[in-house]
């Protein structure tokens, strides 16, 4: 039966920084859940893509293999953004390993893997980009009204990765979402780049956010009554159902579309 939307952005427990979904649960839920189809994007390591790649093939699931990558230019290290990068082949494979291979045996800062941003262009082959959404270099520009930079990195992706390069939309609650959505639909328009939509998935199903919280806070070192803390994750970050995605998007249709697409 085909599928009416693909979780193209997903963390699963082999991310470092956050993600509870276990890999074998995973599946039976997209089975469950009425899709065929769904890509893992661990945060900067390619760990769970034997397990991910076998557990799929096994339950007639499509997998795409990925990473959220967090770049960064060295002449500003504080500052990190972030880009989906999903594999449309062997050769993007080989390509995206290289670059996560180099993001920790040469971009290391203060005990963190980075990718630098100048290695970008020379690290397209078979790779399929989303522009990381609000955590996104174009997010973050859009976010402090840059619009001029963002049409600039726009259109300089979009070079890079013909066909191949898509700004994020997500809609999970989460602060300075409504305001970034506004303004890259309209970046979309003027450009007439595609849409493409994720729910950032880090755990299956919403009553799993506790745990996850737990989790970020033992990574981050922090008490989870700690009033200091950051609470960068909401509720909604749980596997929907493609009808639910397609429902919280309805206005947007070619949006969800287009992760069919790229799967």
Known sequence: MPTSFTHLNLHTEFSIIDG????DPLMDAIVARGMNTVAVTDFCNLFAVVKFFQAALAKGVKPIIGCELPCHDPLRPDEVSTLIVLCQNNTGYRTLTRLVSKAYLEGQYQGQPRVRLSWIPEHTDGLIVLSGGREGLIGKALLREDEK???ALAKEYSHLFPN???LEIQRTGRQGELLYNERVVRLAETLNLPLV???????LDPEDFDAHEARVCIHEGYALS????NRHYSEEQ???A??????LFHDLPEAVANTVAIG
Request: charged share 30%.
């Open 238 to 240: 749980y596997l929907r």
């Open 20 to 23: 509870l979904v276990r890999i």
């Open 197 to 203: 939509v994720t729910n950032a998935v880090r755990f």
């Open 226 to 229: 700690d009033p200091r803390r």
């Open 149 to 151: 930079i963002a049409h």
């Open 164 to 166: 191949r390069f898509y």
């Open 242 to 247: 493609g009808a639910e995605m397609a429902e």
